[in-house]
């Protein structure tokens, strides 16, 4: 199970089969979210503007005045949240995407828990770096600056060449300045969770990131573990 502490991730789930509605909530939470539910438009809009969740999963067909599309609708008029439009049938793809609704994705039924939880993530990953793009483009570790916007590293000012997977790894040391990170976290982080290969390759990025930038890259290696920027 994630571990997310006391910020659960909402998530708003407006769907009127109790039972594709059930199986969600169960996949949801034990992925570690915490979810609301509503079984038409009226109740789901009350619940959005109750919960103010970080996602709305919203299916399309439902009873009463309001329908998915228009629910949807609604929300964009106003909001940026994050959306995923569970649809009956591929036809109403295109019409999702015909309209402009805005939705983030969409998933056709039937499909399977696993997958809605991969999209999920895949949507708050796009969402969170964002946020994280635009709040702060650049990042600073002591003398070392990672330009997010330009994919640049500077020192003192002046640009260091990198790769971009050098980019990548370091990026995300500093944004995790203060942990050990496991040469596995690292890969998983920066080579993507399906890499397959020799943990030694971390090791081989961080010596080049010493050679360009020395001392002022203040990091570590924990032995048997990997490494920590302080
Ligand atoms: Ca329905």
């Given at each position: 199970m994630a571990v997310r502490g006391a910020e659960e991730t909402v998530v708003v789930?407006?769907?009127?089969d109790p039972n594709i509605a059930r199986l969600?909530?169960?996949y949801l939470r034990r992925d570690g979210y915490r979810v609301y539910k509503a079984a038409d438009g009226a109740t789901g809009l009350d619940r959005i503007k109750q919960?103010?969740?970080k996602l709305v999963i919203l299916d399309i067909g439902l009873p009463g005045d309001m329908d998915g599309m228009q629910l949807c609708r609604e929300l964009r008029a106003t909001s940026d949240i994050p959306i995923i439009m569970l649809t009956a049938r591929d036809s109403e793809v295109d019409?999702?995407?015909g309209l402009e609704l805005g939705a983030d994705d969409y998933v056709t039924k039937p499909f399977s828990p696993g997958e809605l939880v991969a999209r999920i993530r895949a949507v708050l990953?796009?969402?969170d770096a964002g946020a994280r793009a635009v709040l702060s483009p650049i990042l600073?570790?002591?003398?070392?600056?990672?330009?997010t916007a330009r994919r640049e590293v500077r020192l003192r000012g002046g640009l260091v060449p990198v790769t971009a997977r050098e980019f990548d790894l370091l990026q995300y040391m500093v944004e995790n300045t203060g942990r050990v990170l496991?040469?596995?976290q690292l890969l998983d982080g920066v080579w993507g969770w399906d890499w397959v290969g020799d943990e030694r390759t971390v090791d081989v990025h961080v010596f080049q990131l010493r050679k360009k930038l020395g001392s002022a890259?203040?990091?570590?290696?924990?032995r048997g573990v990997g490494y920590l920027l302080d």
């Open positions: 789930v407006v769907e009127d969600v909530d169960m919960y103010r969740p019409r999702i995407v990953r796009r969402v600073e570790s002591g003398e070392v600056e990672v330009d496991s040469r596995r890259l203040r990091v570590t290696t924990v």
